[in-house]
């Protein structure tokens, strides 16, 4: 699987060559801020006093947006393992995808995992996505 924080695709490979994509390629939410934050913030009263002010976020929305991401990433892969659709799995992913997904793994599916790579293949067509996995995997070795 090669992914980032908002696509993903899932291929088969034998060697260098790609024999099969398992599906079609995943895209996750990649909204701008004011699409995220459409909604104004909260507002809370200060504790003393008659002071009012807007709730930051708990939590960035780009960065919740590309956790949720990897989640369903997660789940495609625990479905695909389920069918029997692969034997071991190679991630190839930013650094902040790869550790969303190792927390989004289930055990049985980190099992499989044979190699993980910090890059971003994404953008890299099938004819040659093929021979780049082979070599970062004989490269790992």
């Known amino acids: 699987m090669v992914a980032d924080g908002a696509r993903a695709r899932i291929v088969a490979r034998d060697g260098d060559k790609i024999v099969a994509p398992m599906g079609e ?3 996750g939410a990649n909204l701008k801020s004011r699409e995220i934050n459409s909604d104004r913030p909260g507002r809370t009263k200060d504790r003393v006093g008659t002071g009012h002010h807007a709730m930051d976020p708990p939590t960035d929305p780009h960065r919740k947006l590309k956790a949720d991401f990897a989640r369903d ?3 495609i892969l625990e479905h695909e393992l389920a069918l029997h659709h692969y034997d071991e799995l190679m991630l190839v992913a930013v650094p902040q995808t ?3 997904l190792r927390s989004a793994l289930s ?3 980190r099992k499989k995992v ?3 790579v910090n890059k971003d293949l994404t953008q890299v067509p099938d004819h040659e996505l093929g021979a780049r996995l ?3 995997e004989s490269a790992g070795k």
Do not use: M, N, S
């Open 134 to 136: 082979a070599a970062l």
């Open 98 to 100: 790869l550790g969303d």
């Open 114 to 116: 044979v190699a993980e």
């Open 25 to 27: 390629q995943f895209i």
């Open 73 to 75: 990433l997660a789940a």
């Open 107 to 109: 055990e049985t599916v």
